[in-house]
């Protein structure tokens, strides 16, 4: 069975210091890797996909890798901004599991001006 | 592209009382989720559709919660009786046909039993 982690549970940093979320996964059987952004009360916005084949995907100040064989991938988020904060979610697509995401819980990030 | 849409946003219920939430997923997506996040956690997967077809069910489902999509197009997931534990976020997504693609989600129905 799937198992995603993600740590730290929470993070604060200054504003304008690079963001670095950890994701880790036990099975390394996966179709992709999706990053979330969720705000307080709302739904997920999707941040990037990793496809299995691929090992970064970069999009703005966000690049995010994937090590498969290890079963890690990290968010970096460069020159953090007190729009950042959110809580990050890590969702993998498992080739055992079908159709559905297995999250981890997340890391809420708190970015103070 | 309007997204995807859930009504309603916030429901409070008794418990005891059957509810029921709608999503409205991106046009022309043919695949539908519906995950359940409770405060501090991730979403986890409830059950997902191909077009009308109910095609997976998370052992999550108890025979309380049933989940349709009659026209492969909107989606409607019901919970009767409604207990305490059931007080969560309900999370509608939508995808295109195809292994790798993205799942784009709503804001949720957020479900609160007094």
């Known amino acids: 069975k799937q198992e995603v982690t993600q740590i730290p549970a929470a993070l604060s940093v200054p504003e304008g210091e690079n963001l670095v979320l950890n994701c880790s996964f036990t099975?390394?059987?996966?179709?992709?890797l999706q990053w979330f952004r969720q705000d307080p009360g709302k739904g997920l916005t999707s941040l990037l996909l990793i496809q299995s084949s691929q090992r970064e995907q970069t999009s703005g100040r966000l690049n995010a890798s994937l090590d498969k064989s290890s079963g890690r991938s990290t968010l970096y988020i460069a020159a953090s901004q007190p729009g950042d904060s959110a809580t990050y979610l890590c969702a993998v697509r498992t080739a055992a599991a079908g159709n559905k995401l297995t999250f981890g819980g997340g890391t809420r990030v708190l970015v103070k001006p | 592209d309007t997204g995807v849409s859930q009504d309603p946003r916030h429901k409070i219920t008794k418990r005891g009382q059957n509810v029921t939430f709608r999503c409205d997923p991106i046009?022309?997506?043919?695949?539908l989720y519906w995950y359940r996040q409770t405060l501090g956690q991730g979403p986890e997967f409830l059950t997902y559709f191909q077009n009308e077809a109910q095609l997976e069910k998370s052992r999550l489902l108890s025979d309380r919660f049933s989940a349709e999509r009659p026209k492969g197009s909107f989606s409607t997931l019901e919970i009767q009786r409604t207990e305490q534990g059931d007080s969560a976020m309900y999370l509608c997504a939508s995808s295109p046909d195809g292994g790798n693609q993205p799942q784009h989600f709503g804001d949720g129905t957020r479900l609160s039993i007094l």
């Open positions: 099975d390394s059987a996966i179709y992709n």
């Open positions: 046009s022309e997506h043919n695949r």
